[in-house]
Protein backbone atom coordinates (compact mmCIF):
# COMPACT_ATOMS: atom_id res chain seq x y z
CA UNK A 1 0.00 0.00 0.00
CA UNK A 2 1.04 3.65 -0.68
CA UNK A 3 1.03 5.53 2.07
CA UNK A 4 2.91 7.27 5.08
CA UNK A 5 3.60 5.03 7.91
CA UNK A 6 4.53 5.52 11.51
CA UNK A 7 5.71 3.28 14.28
CA UNK A 8 5.41 2.83 17.06
CA UNK A 9 1.22 3.72 17.45
CA UNK A 10 1.50 3.99 21.03
CA UNK A 11 4.42 4.97 23.03
CA UNK A 12 4.13 4.56 27.08
CA UNK A 13 7.10 6.05 29.09
CA UNK A 14 8.65 7.59 31.93
CA UNK A 15 9.68 10.77 32.16
CA UNK A 16 12.92 11.42 31.27
CA UNK A 17 13.51 8.95 29.23
CA UNK A 18 14.81 9.55 25.32
CA UNK A 19 12.58 7.98 23.03
CA UNK A 20 11.98 7.58 19.00
CA UNK A 21 9.18 7.51 16.46
CA UNK A 22 9.89 6.69 12.86
CA UNK A 23 8.41 7.55 9.99
CA UNK A 24 8.66 6.70 6.29
CA UNK A 25 6.75 7.33 3.15
CA UNK A 26 6.15 5.44 0.13
CA UNK A 27 4.61 8.28 -2.24
CA UNK A 28 7.96 9.86 -3.46
CA UNK A 29 7.09 12.68 -1.65
CA UNK A 30 9.87 15.15 -1.41
CA UNK A 31 8.71 17.08 1.93
CA UNK A 32 8.07 15.42 4.88
CA UNK A 33 6.45 17.17 8.31
CA UNK A 34 5.53 16.55 11.88
CA UNK A 35 2.73 17.83 13.47
CA UNK A 36 2.10 17.47 16.97
CA UNK A 37 -2.11 17.39 18.61
CA UNK A 38 -3.03 18.21 21.77
CA UNK A 39 -5.40 17.50 24.16
CA UNK A 40 -7.95 19.72 22.83
CA UNK A 41 -7.76 18.14 19.59
CA UNK A 42 -5.50 21.52 17.97
CA UNK A 43 -3.16 20.25 15.24
CA UNK A 44 0.30 22.70 14.86
CA UNK A 45 3.93 22.57 12.88
CA UNK A 46 6.43 21.18 14.37
CA UNK A 47 9.35 20.87 11.60
CA UNK A 48 8.99 20.85 7.60
CA UNK A 49 11.99 19.15 5.67
CA UNK A 50 12.51 18.38 2.59
CA UNK A 51 15.67 17.63 0.46
CA UNK A 52 17.35 21.24 0.92
CA UNK A 53 16.47 22.23 3.97
CA UNK A 54 15.29 21.50 7.79
CA UNK A 55 12.11 24.43 8.89
CA UNK A 56 12.19 24.09 12.24
CA UNK A 57 9.13 25.65 14.51
CA UNK A 58 10.75 28.82 17.25
CA UNK A 59 8.45 27.00 19.31
CA UNK A 60 9.41 23.48 19.85
CA UNK A 61 11.80 22.92 22.40
CA UNK A 62 15.21 22.00 21.63
CA UNK A 63 14.95 18.55 22.82
CA UNK A 64 12.77 17.58 19.85
CA UNK A 65 15.44 17.03 16.90
CA UNK A 66 14.16 15.59 13.47
CA UNK A 67 16.28 13.59 11.74
CA UNK A 68 15.58 12.31 8.20
CA UNK A 69 18.61 9.31 6.71
CA UNK A 70 17.24 9.81 3.14
CA UNK A 71 13.77 11.59 1.56
CA UNK A 72 11.29 8.74 2.70
CA UNK A 73 12.32 8.89 6.02
CA UNK A 74 11.83 11.85 8.65
CA UNK A 75 12.27 10.58 12.05
CA UNK A 76 11.28 12.88 15.70
CA UNK A 77 13.39 11.98 18.52
CA UNK A 78 13.04 13.19 22.14
CA UNK A 79 15.19 13.58 24.97
CA UNK A 80 14.55 14.53 28.75
CA UNK A 81 10.66 13.40 27.93
CA UNK A 82 8.36 15.69 29.94
CA UNK A 83 4.93 15.27 30.98
CA UNK A 84 3.82 18.25 28.61
CA UNK A 85 4.90 15.86 25.57
CA UNK A 86 2.04 13.90 25.74
CA UNK A 87 0.29 14.14 22.68
CA UNK A 88 -0.42 12.78 19.52
CA UNK A 89 1.85 13.17 17.10
CA UNK A 90 1.27 12.98 13.45
CA UNK A 91 3.93 12.82 10.17
CA UNK A 92 2.72 13.84 7.01
CA UNK A 93 4.76 14.06 3.60
CA UNK A 94 3.84 16.02 0.27
CA UNK A 95 4.95 16.54 -3.42
CA UNK A 96 6.50 20.12 -4.01
CA UNK A 97 7.15 23.17 -1.77
CA UNK A 98 5.57 25.64 -3.73
CA UNK A 99 2.18 26.18 -5.92
CA UNK A 100 2.74 22.86 -7.43
CA UNK A 101 2.23 21.41 -3.56
CA UNK A 102 -0.94 18.77 -4.12
CA UNK A 103 -1.80 18.00 -0.73
CA UNK A 104 -0.81 15.99 2.14
CA UNK A 105 -0.79 12.90 3.31
CA UNK A 106 -0.66 11.91 7.10
CA UNK A 107 0.30 8.71 8.82
CA UNK A 108 -1.93 7.03 11.45
CA UNK A 109 -0.40 9.12 14.55
CA UNK A 110 1.57 8.05 17.25
CA UNK A 111 -0.25 8.71 20.83
CA UNK A 112 2.93 9.40 23.06
CA UNK A 113 1.89 9.01 26.76
CA UNK A 114 4.82 10.17 29.04
CA UNK A 115 3.88 9.33 32.88
CA UNK B 1 0.22 34.26 9.62
CA UNK B 2 -3.06 32.82 8.04
CA UNK B 3 -6.34 32.78 10.59
CA UNK B 4 -8.54 29.93 10.05
CA UNK B 5 -12.20 29.77 11.77
CA UNK B 6 -14.52 26.69 11.26
CA UNK B 7 -17.86 26.60 11.97
CA UNK B 8 -20.31 25.76 13.92
CA UNK B 9 -17.56 24.26 16.77
CA UNK B 10 -19.96 20.98 17.69
CA UNK B 11 -23.11 20.13 15.48
CA UNK B 12 -25.13 16.79 16.65
CA UNK B 13 -27.28 15.96 13.75
CA UNK B 14 -29.75 12.77 13.27
CA UNK B 15 -29.19 10.08 10.54
CA UNK B 16 -29.85 11.17 7.25
CA UNK B 17 -29.70 14.63 8.08
CA UNK B 18 -27.70 17.08 6.18
CA UNK B 19 -25.03 19.33 6.96
CA UNK B 20 -22.86 22.17 6.12
CA UNK B 21 -19.23 23.03 7.56
CA UNK B 22 -17.85 26.21 7.05
CA UNK B 23 -14.16 27.46 6.67
CA UNK B 24 -12.54 31.36 6.61
CA UNK B 25 -10.02 32.07 6.18
CA UNK B 26 -7.39 35.13 6.50
CA UNK B 27 -5.18 35.69 3.60
CA UNK B 28 -4.84 33.99 0.09
CA UNK B 29 -4.38 30.16 0.31
CA UNK B 30 -3.15 27.86 -2.73
CA UNK B 31 -3.87 24.89 -0.85
CA UNK B 32 -7.01 23.89 0.87
CA UNK B 33 -7.69 20.10 2.33
CA UNK B 34 -10.68 18.96 4.30
CA UNK B 35 -9.94 16.34 6.94
CA UNK B 36 -11.81 13.55 9.00
CA UNK B 37 -10.39 12.82 12.08
CA UNK B 38 -12.27 9.04 13.48
CA UNK B 39 -13.09 7.89 16.49
CA UNK B 40 -9.72 6.32 16.18
CA UNK B 41 -7.71 8.96 16.02
CA UNK B 42 -6.69 8.49 12.32
CA UNK B 43 -6.54 11.36 10.02
CA UNK B 44 -8.55 10.71 6.33
CA UNK B 45 -7.97 13.76 3.37
CA UNK B 46 -11.21 14.25 2.30
CA UNK B 47 -10.49 16.69 -0.21
CA UNK B 48 -7.64 18.57 -1.88
CA UNK B 49 -9.58 21.72 -3.12
CA UNK B 50 -7.89 25.43 -3.38
CA UNK B 51 -11.15 25.89 -5.16
CA UNK B 52 -13.79 25.67 -7.04
CA UNK B 53 -16.09 22.32 -6.33
CA UNK B 54 -15.47 18.33 -5.77
CA UNK B 55 -17.62 15.54 -5.07
CA UNK B 56 -17.12 12.10 -3.59
CA UNK B 57 -20.09 10.45 -2.70
CA UNK B 58 -22.19 12.02 0.04
CA UNK B 59 -19.59 14.55 0.87
CA UNK B 60 -19.00 17.80 -1.62
CA UNK B 61 -16.66 21.15 -0.87
CA UNK B 62 -16.53 24.24 -2.81
CA UNK B 63 -13.89 26.52 -2.12
CA UNK B 64 -14.40 30.37 -3.05
CA UNK B 65 -10.98 31.31 -2.96
CA UNK B 66 -11.35 35.09 -3.43
CA UNK B 67 -13.78 35.52 -0.40
CA UNK B 68 -11.85 33.53 1.55
CA UNK B 69 -14.13 30.36 2.50
CA UNK B 70 -14.92 26.86 2.08
CA UNK B 71 -17.91 24.51 2.64
CA UNK B 72 -17.78 20.91 3.18
CA UNK B 73 -21.79 19.55 2.50
CA UNK B 74 -21.80 16.10 4.18
CA UNK B 75 -25.99 14.61 2.99
CA UNK B 76 -27.77 11.60 3.97
CA UNK B 77 -25.21 11.71 6.94
CA UNK B 78 -24.25 8.29 8.62
CA UNK B 79 -23.08 7.56 12.33
CA UNK B 80 -19.70 6.67 10.61
CA UNK B 81 -19.46 10.48 10.01
CA UNK B 82 -18.92 11.32 13.34
CA UNK B 83 -15.60 12.56 14.24
CA UNK B 84 -13.69 16.03 13.73
CA UNK B 85 -13.71 17.61 10.72
CA UNK B 86 -10.95 19.70 10.06
CA UNK B 87 -10.12 22.60 7.38
CA UNK B 88 -6.55 23.32 6.87
CA UNK B 89 -4.92 25.65 4.24
CA UNK B 90 -1.42 26.89 3.41
CA UNK B 91 -0.08 29.58 0.98
CA UNK B 92 3.17 28.58 -1.05
CA UNK B 93 5.30 30.80 -2.95
CA UNK B 94 8.44 30.59 -4.96
CA UNK B 95 11.00 28.00 -2.84
CA UNK B 96 9.23 28.58 0.46
CA UNK B 97 7.89 26.16 2.65
CA UNK B 98 4.76 27.36 3.71
CA UNK B 99 3.26 24.31 6.01
CA UNK B 100 -0.56 23.41 6.31
CA UNK B 101 -2.28 25.44 8.45
CA UNK B 102 -5.08 24.11 10.62
CA UNK B 103 -8.33 25.27 12.06
CA UNK B 104 -9.73 24.17 15.56
CA UNK B 105 -12.09 21.68 13.90
CA UNK B 106 -15.80 20.62 13.92
CA UNK B 107 -16.67 17.87 16.06
CA UNK B 108 -19.79 16.20 14.24
CA UNK B 109 -21.52 13.71 16.49
CA UNK B 110 -24.64 11.58 14.36
CA UNK B 111 -27.18 9.91 16.35
CA UNK B 112 -29.28 6.52 14.96
Known amino acids: DTAVSQTPKYLVTQMGNDKSIKCEQN?????MYWYKQDSKKFLKIMFS???????INETVPNRFSPKSPDKAHLNLHINSLELGDSAVYFC??????????????FGSGTRLTVV | GIQVEQSPPDLILQEGANSTLRCNFS?????LQWFHQNPWGQLINLFY???GTKQNGRLSATTVATERYSLLYISSSQTTDSGVYFC??????????????FGKGTKLSVKP
Open chain 1, 92 to 105: ASSQGDGPANYGYT
Open chain 1, 27 to 31: LGHDT
Open chain 1, 49 to 55: YNNKELI
Open chain 2, 27 to 31: DSVNN
Open chain 2, 49 to 51: IPS
Open chain 2, 88 to 101: AVAFFYGGSQGNLI
